[in-house]
């Protein structure tokens, strides 16, 4: 499957970009690079980790994935205020989420926006993806 096969079967079949990215045995990374040139993906360096990951606690519910070795993880609540230091971003812990931890941002370097179907539903996700293009995890928005 080359890089025009990935656009369609993303735009007209509503393949996710993990089932491209999958099938295709390549990271998403190299599929979303492919797909910037469609509305529905943009794609930011590492210089915009930070402000992206800041903009995410003004975004009330969101939605966090985390994927490990095809286990999931979800955790649904309004993404945690952080700061950086020592090399990570630092997650507080507030209120009833639960959700904190630390962000390894040397090592995350590109955040993809996507706006896709998934399970017969839009959604648009903020994807954190580490330097060997694999996604570290995924929060869904809005």
Same mark, same amino acid.
């Given at each position: 499957?080359?890089?025009?096969?990935?656009?369609?079967?993303?735009?007209?079949?509503?393949?996710?970009?993990?089932?491209?990215?999958?099938?295709?045995?390549?990271? =998403?990374?190299?599929?979303?690079?492919? !797909?910037?040139?469609?509305?529905?993906?943009? /794609?930011? #360096?590492?210089?915009? *980790?930070?402000?992206?990951?800041?903009?995410?606690?003004?975004?009330?519910?969101?939605?966090?994935?985390?994927?490990?070795?095809?286990?999931?993880?979800?955790?649904?609540?309004?993404?945690?205020?952080?700061? =950086?230091?020592?090399?990570?971003?630092? !997650?507080?812990?507030?209120?009833?989420?639960? /959700?904190? #931890?630390?962000?390894? *941002?040397?090592?995350?370097?590109?955040?993809?926006?996507?706006?896709?179907?998934?399970?017969?539903?839009?959604?648009?996700?903020?994807?954190?993806?580490?330097?060997?293009?694999?996604?570290?995890?995924?929060?869904?928005?809005?």
């Amino acid at each position: 499957m080359n890089a025009i096969d990935w656009m369609y079967t993303f735009e007209k079949d509503n393949k996710t970009i993990r089932e491209i990215s999958r099938n295709a045995n390549v990271t =998403e990374l190299e599929v979303l690079r492919t !797909l910037i040139t469609s509305d529905q993906v943009a /794609l930011y #360096g590492k210089d915009e *980790i930070l402000p992206l990951l800041n903009e995410l606690s003004e975004m009330g519910t969101t939605l966090v994935i985390v994927e490990n070795q095809g286990s999931i993880f979800e955790i649904k609540c309004q993404f945690p205020k952080g700061q =950086e230091g020592y090399g990570y971003y630092n !997650l507080k812990i507030e209120g009833d989420c639960g /959700l904190g #931890g630390h962000v390894d *941002i040397n090592h995350i370097n590109h955040v993809a926006v996507t706006s896709e179907i998934f399970f017969n539903k839009p959604s648009k996700a903020w994807w954190f993806i580490h330097e060997s293009g694999r996604v570290v995890f995924k929060v869904y928005v809005g």
